[in-house]
C-alpha cells in the first residue's frame, strides 16, 4: 500500500478520461441505453501520473466496457505520488476513490478501504553500479520522487537504510515527481530509486551496473502495497456505485490473468512504455500474485502493516486501529459477490 499522508503544497491533480477504443465506446453507447437511471459518475484515482502496469486496472475496466456493464461512468484521476494531499482531499470529497493508507485513516482521515487491489508490492529498490550492500548507501542521493518526505520512495529508502543500520540523515534524499524516476537512475541524478517491474526492466538496460539492491516484497512480506478506499460519507451515500466500481475493476483483473494478449495493448496504451517492458512487468506481477482476484484482504498483514507504522512513529501508538476501523469488509464482499464470489486463477487466491 503506497504510504503516508505526505501534504505537497500547491501540487495540482490532472483529470484523465482514460481514452478507449471503438469498442469501449460502442460499450459505453450500449450501456447508456440499458440503464435506466443513467450512467453514475465516479472518479477513480491512480496514484503515479503516468500509471505503472500495476496501476491499470481501471484502465483496462474502462477500455473493455466493464464500468459501463455496471452502469458506471469512472473517470481516472491521475496523481503525481500516491501519498500526496491532493489523494486525501479528492477522497474526502466524497466522489473519489484512490490510493487510501492506514496512516491517513489513523491520523483522522473518516474513510476505510474498500478493496486491496494490490496485495503486495511489486517493486525493487535499483541502486547504481558502485552500491555493493545497503550500508554503501550512506552519503549517496536517494530518490524521494512523488510525494517528497513521507512519500512512498523516501519511505522505502528509509526502510532500506534502517535494515543496514543508518539513519535517514546519513543520505540525501532528491524530491522530484513520479515520472522522473526511472531517467533520474539512468542519468545518474540519484544512485537509489524504487521502481517498478517495467522500470526495472528498461533501467537495467539503459544504466550499465545498475542493479536490484532488495526486492520489497521479500524484505517486508507482510507489509500491503496499495488499497481503494473511500470516505465515510460517500460509502454511506452510495455504496452500490461502490459496489459495482469494484466489481468492474475485479471484472478486469480476472481478464488481466486470464487474457494476456487482450490487455497488453491496453496496458502500453495507458503506461506509454514499450511492449517487452510492459510483458516483463505483466509476467512479474501475474506470477507474484501482485493483482487481487477477490478482495485482497488478509487481516493479519493490515494489522501488521498498522503496526509496523506504529513502531517508525508514523501513527501515534494511542490511535490504533482495529481491522474493521480501517477495512469496510462487507462492501468488499458484496463486491466480490457482485463479480462472481470468490475465485482461484492459478495459484492466487487472495
Known amino acids: 500500500m503506497v504510504r503516508r499522508n505526505a501534504f505537497i503544497g500547491g501540487l495540482l ?20 441505453q440499458s440503464c435506466p437511471g443513467g450512467l453514475r459518475k465516479i472518479n477513480v484515482g491512480i496514484s503515479v501520473s503516468p500509471p505503472n502496469v500495476v496501476h491499470t486496472p481501471p484502465y483496462v475496466a474502462k477500455a473493455l466496457g466493464y464500468f459501463a456493464k455496471r452502469c458506471v461512468d469512472a473517470n481516472i484521476v491521475e496523481f503525481n505520488g500516491g501519498t500526496v494531499g491532493t489523494i486525501v482531499a479528492a477522497i474526502s470529497q ?128 507482510n507489509f500491503t502495497f496499495t488499497a481503494y478506499g473511500a470516505s465515510d460519507g460517500f460509502i454511506a451515500k452510495d455504496p452500490t456505485l461502490l459496489r459495482d466500481t469494484v466489481a468492474a475493476m475485479i471484472d478486469a483483473v480476472r481478464t488481466m490473468y486470464r487474457d494476456k494478449e487482450k490487455v497488453i495493448p491496453i496496458i502500453m496504451d495507458a503506461t506509454h512504455k514499450p511492449r517487452d517492458a510492459v510483458e516483463f512487468a505483466y509476467n512479474q506481477i501475474t506470477q507474484n500474485c501482485v493483482w487481487a482476484v477477490n478482495t485482497g484482504f488478509n487481516p493479519a498483514s493490515t494489522l501488521w502493516t498498522e503496526q509496523h507504522d506504529i513502531d517508525d ?9 482495529a481491522f474493521d476501523q480501517i477495512v469496510d469488509i462487507k462492501l468488499a464482499r458484496e463486491a466480490l459477490a457482485a463479480a462472481g464470489g470468490p475465485t482461484t486463477i492459478g495459484k492466487c487466491k487472495e
Do not use: C
Not at 490532472?14 to 477504443?21: N, T
Open 94 to 221: 466524497g466522489n473519489t476513490i484512490a490510493n487510501l493508507t492506514d496512516i491517513s485513516i489513523g491520523r483522522g482521515l473518516p474513510a476505510k478501504q474498500i478493496w486491496m487491489f494490490a496485495p503486495h508490492p511489486p517493486q525493487s529498490y535499483v541502486v547504481g553500479p558502485d552500491i555493493k550492500t545497503a550500508k554503501d548507501l550512506k552519503g549517496k542521493r536517494l530518490s524521494a520522487a512523488g510525494g517528497g518526505v513521507g512519500g512512498f520512495n523516501w519511505l522505502m529508502g528509509r526502510e532500506v537504510l534502517k535494515r543496514a543500520g543508518l539513519k535517514v540523515e546519513d543520505a540525501a534524499f532528491i524530491a522530484g515527481d513520479t515520472a522522473g524516476r526511472l531517467p533520474g537512475l539512468v542519468a545518474g541524478q540519484v544512485d537509489a530509486v524504487v521502481l517498478h517491474p517495467e522500470d526495472v526492466y528498461l533501467a537495467l538496460r539503459q544504466r550499465p551496473g545498475a542493479h536490484v539492491l532488495v526486492d520489497l516484497s521479500k524484505m517486508m512480506p
Open 13 to 32: 491533480f490532472v483529470l484523465f478520461a482514460a481514452a478507449g477504443g471503438p469498442g469501449d465506446r460502442h460499450s459505453f453507447a450500449q450501456a447508456q
Open 313 to 321: 512513529g508514523d501513527i501515534d501508538p494511542t490511535k490504533h486501529l
